[in-house]
């Protein structure tokens, strides 16, 4: 019988598109990284003090630090806060697996407490049943660009005397009751990789503090445990941000507002094309409750179809991604932890139902509208 030849489906645009941002900033990128080739200095050197300064300022904290990865900004956030084996950090199982990851690694326990449906974040009254005698930090993970409630969560670590460290990975931009995310916690955590709203040219992290101190143990952390040359005042990482990445994240922060403008427009404009075809109860947009505004790293939309949507959106051109298809109470890493299906519904829920569109500021209306109308095929209208 004669194979029949499957012609791949040509995307009518990508997911995320960083060739349309890069061309819209290439002379200023370039003259950046140029200037860090022509000084030859390449680890700590003025590039990465000015960001650490324009991050920190950006954020609201009286420090920031900067690292190679956002799962080091959340490594080192807890080896500087002396957590270690025996103790208990709570978040949620609906995020990345570097969230749970980095607990695991100091030798912590991760516990979690599951999210708001609305919302996907973590229930600020879960976070409370979970506490125990041996709960030192909770980690509210500000998922796709939207705030975790942090006024209940605060309030709960201060109850207890634990540390709330906000993982912004996602969120950089957004809002929490018209403060920016990253100077609300003890610590705010934060990635660089290329996707994120504000992404590098490789991976990249930085942590966000207001304690003088525990900024100064980050930075030894940082550097092998070192406060001078060769001398090692504990055990740290070799996770420095460095001076080629930094210079180009100066740049791409000056842009940064006007960026996450035209998301929140573009996020706007799903809505109304929703409206207009009648998906709001088929194919739910991101809610964005009173006082928070949205960096909308991600547009994640619920809808109890989801498999069988994003096979016909893949055919008709569209892109599409599911963060994430399974909650992290169930991966194989954490079996350890002895959690079972079904005792985090809302989660697991989420996971079955989870679809991410297309969403950057240069996305154009006509490609927008080209995903609206192809939602609304797959239910049967126009």
Not at 38 to 50: D, K, N
Not at 75 to 90: F, N
Not at 151 to 169: F, N, Q, R, T, Y
Request: hydrophobic share 45%; charged share 20%.
């Amino acid at each position: 019988m004669p194979q029949v030849k499957i012609h791949p489906v040509q995307m009518l645009m990508p997911l995320v598109d960083l060739k349309a941002q890069f061309a819209a900033i290439r002379a200023e990128v370039m003259a950046a990284i140029e200037a860090v080739m022509e000084r030859q200095q390449f680890i700590l050197g003025p590039e990465v003090a000015a960001f650490e300064d324009e991050m920190a300022a950006y954020v609201g904290a009286r420090a920031a630090v900067g690292c190679a990865s956002g799962t080091d900004a959340l490594l080192l956030a807890l080896m500087a806060l002396g957590i270690g084996p025996g103790d208990e950090v709570i978040t949620t199982p609906f995020t990345f697996v570097a969230t749970a990851g980095a607990i695991a690694r100091t030798g912590a326990r991760p516990v979690f407490a599951d999210i708001v449906p609305e919302t996907f974040n973590i229930d600020p009254e879960a976070v409370g049943a979970a506490v125990r005698s041996s709960t030192r930090a909770v980690i509210p993970v500000h998922l796709f660009g939207l705030s975790a409630d942090l006024a209940p969560i605060i309030s709960i670590a201060k109850s207890h005397g634990l540390v709330v460290v906000e993982d912004a990975a996602q969120a950089i931009g957004a809002r929490y009751r018209a403060t920016p995310l990253g100077a609300l916690g003890a610590l705010g955590c934060f990635s660089f990789f290329p996707s994120k709203n504000l992404g590098g040219a490789g991976d990249g992290g930085l942590i966000t503090v207001n304690d003088p101190a525990l900024a100064e143990r980050l930075r030894v952390l940082r550097e092998h445990g070192s406060g001078s040359r060769y001398h090692y005042e504990t055990l740290g990482l070799n996770s420095r941000l460095d001076e080629i990445q930094a210079a180009v994240l100066r740049v791409k922060l000056r842009h940064l507002g006007q960026w996450t403008i035209g998301r929140r427009a573009r996020a706007a404009l799903y809505r109304e094309l929703f409206a207009q075809r009648g998906l709001e109860d088929l194919a739910r947009s991101p809610v964005e409750p009173p006082g928070y505004e949205h960096a909308y790293n991600q547009f994640v939309i619920r809808c109890p179809r989801r498999d069988e949507l994003r096979t016909f959106l893949s055919q008709c051109g569209i892109p599409s991604a599911i963060y994430y298809p399974i909650p992290l109470h169930l991966q194989p890493a954490f079996a350890d932890l002895g959690y079972r299906e079904g005792q985090f519904p809302n989660a697991e829920a989420a996971s079955r139902e989870v679809l991410a569109l297309p969403i950057y500021p240069e996305l154009r209306d006509q490609q927008q509208e080209e995903v609206a109308g192809a939602i609304a095929r797959f239910f049967g209208g126009g």
